[in-house]
């Protein structure tokens, strides 16, 4: 069965790290670039960061650069989001997704919050 689980989730305040990670299964998971996006209540999803199928370049939305880090272990089929110096604004769902198909995990509550 091909699909993407995310975990990592929860509550931390402002200031604090969360690392989610996204676990593929079903496909071969090098093969394939990988991204992570974000949405907030009341708003459209949003791409944080994506990366190559093999890791080598990364690219971020603005509004996280510096703070964010994407990452993957394709020998652990496995994607990860580490997210420091976390602020309110961040507060969302975060769905990881094999870019450019429409495969997508099921989501993972991030909440900043004091």
């Known amino acids: 069965q091909v699909q993407l689980v995310e975990s990592g989730g929860g509550l931390v305040q402002p200031g604090g790290s969360l690392r989610l990670s996204c676990a593929a299964s079903?496909?071969?998971?090098?093969?394939?670039?990988m991204s992570w996006y974000r949405q907030a209540s009341g708003k459209e999803r949003e791409l944080v960061a994506a990366?190559?199928?093999?890791?080598?370049?990364?690219d971020y939305a603005d509004s996280v650069k510096g703070r964010f880090t994407i990452s993957r272990d394709n020998a652990k089929n496995t994607m990860y989001l580490q997210m420091n110096s976390l602020k309110p604004e961040d507060t969302a769902v975060y769905y990881c997704?094999?870019?450019?198909?429409?495969?997508w995990g099921q989501g993972t509550q991030v909440t900043v919050s004091s």
């Open positions: 997704r094999r870019s450019g198909y429409n495969l």
């Open positions: 990366i190559s199928d093999v890791g080598g370049k990364t």
């Open positions: 079903g496909f071969t998971f090098s093969w394939y670039a």
